[in-house]
């Protein structure tokens, strides 16, 4: 891993606290509290440590959601709420299909059922993590990214 050292502490540090097994146990009790534990068999979780500015993503056809290890490890009381975050995404696509805002009244609900803030956007700092180059657009209708 590149880049400030303190990154680096930080985020041995993440990876200690919160590994995949625990993102995956607290996955399933959101999942358990949104009456969908069907999906426990089916939507993954993962670290990603690629990511740049994007928190988080849901890659909606597939099931699979990923958190930002770099960002996340500077701020490592969001991890809980991001993760609930494109849970809540992957739940919600697979309810009700992908004519549904993705940060409608739906996915609201199950924020709020979760106990969460239903703000769509993050204010995390992202110096040194930004790509220069905006390779975003990309692909956005397979995935939401905040
Ligand atoms: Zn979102």
Redesign the pocket.
């Known amino acids: 891993m590149k880049g400030d050292p303190a990154d680096c502490v930080s985020v041995q540090l993440v990876l200690a606290d919160w590994p995949e097994e625990r993102l995956r146990a607290r996955l399933d009790e959101v999942l358990q509290l949104w009456d969908v534990e069907d999906l426990r068999a089916v939507i993954e979780v993962r670290w990603n440590p690629r990511l740049r500015t994007t928190v988080?993503r849901?890659f909606l056809d597939d099931m699979i959601l990923e958190l930002n290890l770099r960002l996340l490890a500077r701020h490592p009381e969001q991890v809980e709420h991001v993760l609930i975050?494109?849970a809540?995404?992957l739940v919600v696509r697979r309810l009700f299909g992908p004519k549904v805002p993705?940060?409608g009244q739906a996915?609201k609900a199950l924020m709020q059922k979760a106990g969460e803030s239903t703000k769509?956007t993050h204010n995390l700092d992202t110096t040194g993590l930004a790509n220069s180059k905006a390779r975003h657009r990309r692909r956005r209708r397979l995935w939401?990214?905040?």
């Open positions: 988080g849901a975050h494109e809540a995404h993705p940060h996915w769509a939401f990214r905040w």
